[in-house]
């Protein structure tokens, strides 16, 4: 009994934080997306869902099923977070499969060099971007020395030698896989950990090749963690809008964190505002909610 | 009068109606046509009286106020729950509290006077002028003196009672120093409420380095941000709707030689010239930003549109080793551009009234006004001896920044950006999130 009456107490202080810090806080914006503006221009929420008033959200709604600047940005906030997810795998999957399977002895201070860029602070480190990649930056003299300027310039990525924070979406692109592989890796080095050699072996064995026995048993296996670690980045990249201001400023960059910013920072359209961040927010529940259907039948095909 | 905003008035209630009353499943508009319509914003503003609820079929500003106009000078009204402090009070114990925007005021000048007066200051900064607002209506902070609003946003603090009157016998300094032309503002007459601070200009500030075109003397020198493919990607306008938006309006009126209206509150005008400052987004991918003291100095950007006090903090601090001031050049419009002052507030919560006006007589100080000017912030005081002419003599400023140098003679031909009503506000909140879309 006194145990039972202790775990209750201990889960306390979380469900206080996630109803404070998360439900209301939703609701609070959930009211204002269906609320009204007073003459000041400043929102009114209606607490009562008998008195919410859909004006505001039909409109937004309205505004991207035409085809108007709110659906011109979701699209792009789409392709960029996706050529990023795109990328960080790309880049992170390697590296967490090195650390996790062939660091050996290093595994340590392979991890501790994973966990190193947590220390700095995102906005730093996109600062140093900001130097790195003016135009006689360091970042900007590597890229040329090893001909990245070239290809890009050639595919057309960028539009003149040394040109990489002239409001170029491929860099805000980058900077997004930058700012937020570390923490893809993390995830995907546990998964990866955690997958019985044994397993691997055994693939070997039976005649697999290497690249069968990856195929076949590793990338299967690893999949919880490919998933948990894209969630993990993507849900903040589609919030992000300090990383195309500081590294592009360019309307051609424009994500739905800089709409939503705008129009709850200043001026008339907050209400707008609350109604595109719970939009957003819709979209990414279905994401999330795709996410724990699939690990959950990840889990159940483990399981059987 | 249809306002294209109105079905926002729409009630979840009003929806249910609409859709008891109607078939079920008929499509949105269907909806729209049987529901009631409860209200565009609601007059409930924070502290607003009963008047607010008292329309007039006109632009009307917050809280049901007059909109002040050049055209419409305003006199705000002094109330019995309200009043100025007497004469001859002595200075507080302080803290003095100021709230500015950041960046915004020689720190040397707050110890300065702090030595003078034995009084400690505290400065809070704001970064936005919402966000200063929404703070001082919250009550949380009692602050003393608010600097840096502007005409922009006056209807919203008289209408929220965030102000206290000022006594002008402590403010000796703004009959003797400051223009004649900004004693009796027609957004306040007889400056009930505020005191000049900075004045500045929206104009063109560039490279002369790197762009040889003789931007000052084009017909329409705003035509060459339209003209400026070959800068891609190093050209930029202020992160400000209302500044960037009137840029094309002003541009338009230079071509035809109309007067513009850059407080208009005409939906086709605004969403227009949202469409003509999208063009650049094709012509130079044109950037966003309010950092062009550092840009332009950095060459980063080479054709911003700028606020003058911006190239003058470039001037005086940005400028890298080895890159003269002179590289810099400034235009502004003599006519039907943009010309605005901020001000000096007093919070209406205040706790140390009296020491607050010490403060704002001491900043309109010939020789602090200059000082701030000079060593910090860079933007003009309206002070009767600031002169560019002086300033270009003792090697202050390049000859190629003169006009950032804000002239009295300015004011009557140009136009402040001014408070606009809800609805009007709406349509250049419409047009510059268009425009930032790309």
Redesign the interface.
């Known amino acids: 009994m006194g145990s039972r009456w202790t775990w209750r107490l201990l889960a306390l202080p979380g469900v206080i934080w996630l109803t404070v810090f998360f439900l209301l806080a939703f609701y609070a914006v959930i009211a204002v997306a ?1 609320g ?7 929102p ?1 929420p209606f607490w009562n ?8 959200m ?2 937004t709604l ?1 505004n991207i099923w035409q085809g ?3 659906l ?2 979701f699209v ?1 906030t789409f392709v960029f977070v996706t050529l990023a997810l795109v990328l960080a795998l790309g880049i992170g999957y390697p590296v967490a499969y090195f650390a996790a399977r062939h660091a050996g002895r290093w595994r340590g201070l392979v991890l501790l060099l994973l966990i190193l860029p947590f220390w700095i602070n995102y906005l730093m480190r996109m600062l140093a971007w900001i130097n790195l990649l ?2 006689d930056g360091m970042g900007t003299r590597f890229f040329s020395s090893i001909g990245i300027e070239r290809l890009f310039l050639s595919l057309n990525l960028l ?2 030698r040394g ?1 990489w ?4 979406p491929f860099t805000v692109i980058m900077a997004l896989t930058y700012g937020y592989l570390p923490f893809l890796i993390l995830p995907l080095y546990a998964a990866l950990d955690r997958i019985d050699q044994r397993q691997i072996e055994a693939a070997r064995d039976l005649g697999a090749s290497p690249a069968g026995a990856f195929r076949r048993v590793t990338l299967p296996l690893s999949r919880p963690g490919i998933l948990a670690g894209l969630v993990l980045i993507a849900l903040p990249m589609f919030g992000d809008y300090y990383t195309p201001d500081l590294v ?7 994500m739905i964190g ?2 939503i910013d ?2 709850t ?5 907050k ?1 707008v505002g609350a109604s595109l961040t719970l939009i957003l927010a819709v979209v990414l529940l279905g994401l999330m909610f795709y996410y724990l259907r699939a690990t959950r039948s990840a889990d159940d095909r483990a399981e059987a | 009068m249809a306002h294209p905003k109105d079905h926002k008035g729409i009630s979840r209630r009003g929806l249910l109606k609409g859709a008891a009353g109607g078939a079920l499943g008929v499509g949105a508009l269907g909806l729209l046509a049987g529901c009631e319509n409860t209200t565009t914003p609601i007059g409930d503003c924070a502290g607003g009286d009963g008047s607010s609820n008292l329309v007039v079929p006109k632009p009307v500003g917050p809280g049901g106020l007059p909109l002040p106009r050049p055209d419409n000078a305003v006199t705000w009204a002094i109330t019995s729950d309200n009043e100025p402090i007497p004469d001859g009070v002595p200075d507080e114990n302080g803290p003095l509290g100021i709230y500015n925007y950041a960046d915004y005021l020689d720190p040397s000048l707050i110890k300065k006077f702090e030595k003078l007066t034995g009084r400690q200051v505290k400065l809070a900064t704001y970064n936005s002028s919402d966000e200063a607002i929404a703070k001082l209506a919250s009550g949380a902070v009692a602050f003393d003196v608010i600097i840096g609003l502007s005409g922009s946003n006056i209807v919203n603090l008289i209408a929220q009672q965030l102000l206290q009157p000022l006594n002008h016998s402590y403010l000796g300094n703004l009959e003797k120093n400051v223009w004649p032309e900004l004693q009796d503002p027609f957004y306040d007459r007889a400056s009930r409420y505020t005191v000049p601070y900075v004045v500045w200009s929206d104009g063109i500030g560039w490279r002369n380095d790197k762009i040889a075109a003789d931007i000052a003397g084009m017909k329409v020198p705003w035509d060459i941000f339209w003209e400026s493919h070959a800068y891609t990607g190093k050209v930029a306008i202020l992160d400000d709707k209302r500044d960037a938006l009137s840029m094309p309006m002003q541009r338009d009126a230079m071509r035809t030689g109309r007067r513009p209206d850059l407080n208009t509150e005409d939906q086709k005008i605004v969403a227009q010239a949202g469409k003509d400052l999208g063009q650049l987004t094709d012509i130079c991918n044109v950037k966003v930003a309010i950092t062009d003291y550092q840009t332009l100095p950095e060459a980063k950007t080479w054709l911003h549109q700028s606020w003058s006090g911006d190239l003058l903090s470039a001037a005086f601090y940005y400028m890298p080793k080895g890159v003269p001031p002179s590289v810099l050049s400034y235009w502004a419009p003599d006519v039907n551009g943009v010309v605005q002052n901020d001000f000096f507030c007093i919070g209406k919560a205040a706790k140390n009234p009296a020491l607050a006006h010490r403060f704002v007589n001491f900043m309109l100080d010939e020789a602090v006004a200059y000082a701030n000017f000079v060593d910090f912030v860079g933007y003009t005081p309206p002070q009767t001896n600031i002169d560019a002419e002086l300033l270009i003599k003792k090697g202050l400023i390049p000859k190629s920044l003169t006009d950032a140098v804000v002239r009295p003679e300015q004011f009557p031909f140009n136009q402040e950006l001014l408070q606009l009503s809800v609805a009007g506000e709406q349509y250049w909140d419409e047009a510059w999130s268009k425009f930032k879309a790309g």
Not at chain 1, 36 to 42: C, F
């Open positions: 269906f009204n503006q007073n003459t000041l221009s400043e009114v869902p008998l008195d919410w008033n859909v004006g505001y039909f409109d309205q108007d600047q709110f011109t940005v792009r003016s135009p539009s003149e040109g924070l002239e409001g170029q592009s400023s360019s309307t051609k960059t424009t800089n709409q705008q129009l920072r200043q001026g008339s359209e209400v």
